[in-house]
């Protein structure tokens, strides 16, 4: 018998920085008596993140959701935009807002991201744009995606909220289609507390996003495009300061902790993961595991269940699907490989501050409710 956890396990754990340090940055805001709208933290915080993804334009926003409305709203996109039912129900949530319609697409179990090889069967007159995302931050098939996008004159903006750090052959994954959204809620692999950012290749659009994020005020004498109220404060750009010094380092505990899940899980059957391919830089943000209950000796649900005798609280990212939601029911859709995951995936706790031995009694866990 394996003892339980003495305190709760969660599926993640935010990164934070050193109190004294937050403490000591934050003392700038007293001193600027500056705390939102575009502060020199916030300028401050936007270069040098621009430099750490290696982007040509970015700009920053108070959270992931908003920062991806904006994105849709910024580029006109009409009609229907295709999009994966197996994602946070913001990214459908986002295209919904603007009056759009998501059409699901079905995806693929080796990756769990959109299937490129579905995509063109749904596009029709009405399709303006393909929003997909790099789900656990594992990249989507971006040529196959770029081809189609150009064939059919279509926008691609990606949902990049959990792939902060990724990069395709040493190229960041923010490089690809026209805008991608990153999210640095407290649950990802960077957090602002709550923030977000769009990297873009077309320069013109810093203006559009500017104005976007802050309810389209030009100046004090014109108010030029409807907008949102969507800046990020100088409190969100000091913890983004304090957590882009780390970030490397995080990446490469994640990595380790990742690699003894690998480890362990590879000899337990019915338990399935994808391992990363050589040419991604991987940022290790998520520990997603399909139980295969035909091989495995209880189901998804049950698992999620024993875990938590243990104090072990996993997430099934992401049951139920957008696509099986309430809000999304008027929507059809048909996308099996989606439906097959969405009942079997589970995301076990995975975060930069996790020991080598929770890891471990993780697995060990596994392997004696496996017997
Ligand atoms: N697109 C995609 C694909 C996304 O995944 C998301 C967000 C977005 C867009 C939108 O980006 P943002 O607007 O959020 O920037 C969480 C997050 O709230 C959400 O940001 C995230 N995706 C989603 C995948 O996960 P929940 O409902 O699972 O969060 P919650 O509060 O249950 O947190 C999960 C666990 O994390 C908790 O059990 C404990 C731990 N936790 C959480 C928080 C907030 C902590 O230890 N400390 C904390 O401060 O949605």
């Known amino acids: 018998?394996?003892?339980?956890?003495?305190?709760?396990?969660?599926?993640?754990?935010?990164?934070?920085?050193?109190?004294?340090?937050?403490?000591?940055?934050?003392?700038?805001?007293?001193?600027?008596k500056w705390i939102s709208n575009n502060g020199p933290i916030h300028t401050e915080f936007e270069k040098s993140l621009k430099n750490y993804l290696q982007s040509n334009n970015i700009t920053l926003f108070t959270n992931g959701h908003l920062a991806l409305d904006i994105a849709i709203r910024s580029l006109n996109v009409k009609g229907e935009v295709i999009t994966t039912p197996f994602t946070f129900v913001?990214?459908?949530?986002?295209?919904?807002?603007?009056?759009?319609?998501?059409?699901?697409?079905?995806?693929?179990?080796i990756d769990y991201n959109i299937d490129e090889d579905s995509i063109e069967s749904l596009i029709n007159e009405k399709t303006t744009a393909i929003l997909p995302v790099h789900v656990y931050g594992r990249p989507c098939n971006i040529i196959k995606i770029q081809e189609l996008a150009d064939k059919y004159n279509l926008k691609v903006i990606y949902d990049a909220a959990h792939a902060f750090g990724v990069q395709i052959d040493g190229t960041s994954i923010g490089?690809?289609?026209?805008?991608?959204?990153?999210?640095?809620?407290?649950?990802?692999?960077?957090?602002?507390?709550?923030?977000?950012?769009?990297?873009?290749?077309?320069?013109?659009?810093k203006d559009k996003f500017n104005l976007l994020k802050n309810f389209g005020i030009k100046n004090e004498d014109e108010v030029?495009?409807?907008?949102?109220?969507?800046?990020?404060?100088?409190?969100?750009?000091?913890?983004?300061?304090l957590n882009l010094d780390n970030i490397n380092n995080d990446i490469k505990k994640l990595k380790t902790l990742t690699e003894l899940y690998f480890s362990n899980l590879s000899k337990i059957p019915g338990i399935i993961f994808n391992e990363i391919p050589n040419n991604i830089k991987y940022n290790y943000a998520y520990m997603p595991i399909i139980v295969d209950e035909t091989k495995f000796s209880i189901t998804r649900d049950e698992l999620f269940k024993r875990f938590k005798e243990y104090n072990i609280f996993t997430r099934k990212y992401f049951y139920p699907l957008v696509s099986d939601t309430l809000a999304y029911s008027h929507i059809k859709s048909n996308t099996p490989n989606a439906t097959y995951l969405s009942n079997r995936i589970l995301c076990l706790p995975i975060f930069s501050d996790m020991t080598l031995k929770q890891v471990q009694k993780v697995c060990d866990i596994i392997k004696f409710i496996s017997k």
């Open 175 to 205: 490089d690809f289609g026209d805008i991608s959204m990153f999210s640095f809620h407290a649950t990802k692999v960077f957090n602002t507390i709550e923030g977000g950012a769009l990297t873009y290749k077309d320069d013109l659009l």
């Open 90 to 109: 913001s990214t459908a949530h986002a295209i919904s807002m603007n009056g759009l319609t998501p059409v699901f697409c079905d995806i693929k179990t």
């Open 224 to 241: 030029s495009m409807v907008g949102l109220n969507a800046k990020m404060s100088e409190f969100q750009a000091c913890m983004g300061i």
């Open 1 to 32: 018998m394996i003892k339980k956890f003495e305190n709760p396990l969660f599926v993640t754990q935010p990164s934070l920085p050193k109190y004294e340090l937050y403490v000591k940055i934050i003392k700038r805001i007293w001193d600027n």
